[in-house]
């Protein structure tokens, strides 16, 4: 059985994903592992072709979540990034390594924001083009 706090994480998800208006969900995965370990696959297409993939590995110690790996990538209908969040240990010089932020334009550091977090920043995107 599923660990509450992770159950709740995964409600909070699940209904960030539903709020997201003029979209379709091309794929949602849970995958429970164990009772306090879960990895997720998430696939959201806006009606505009733009597409955000989400996909993390998150697991419970104590009472909090830690997330072992992550990556929340947002492109538009021709396939050009607009953002993309991940752990990727690849720029060991930023700050907040090896969590980072890629733009079109450059990779940033940045703290690791949430999945909801993540889902909110690619709607507000949207609501400006």
Known sequence: MLHNILVQYLRNVENAVRGLPDSYVERYVEEHLTSNRVNLRIRIRFADGCLLELNESAIREDEDINHLGYRYHFQDKGNNLIFRYDNTPHFPELQS?????????????????????????????RDLR
């Open 97 to 125: 390594y090896p969590n980072h932020k890629h733009s079109p334009s450059a990779v940033i550091s940045t703290e690791k924001p949430s999945i909801v977090d993540a889902i909110i920043e690619a709607a507000q995107i």
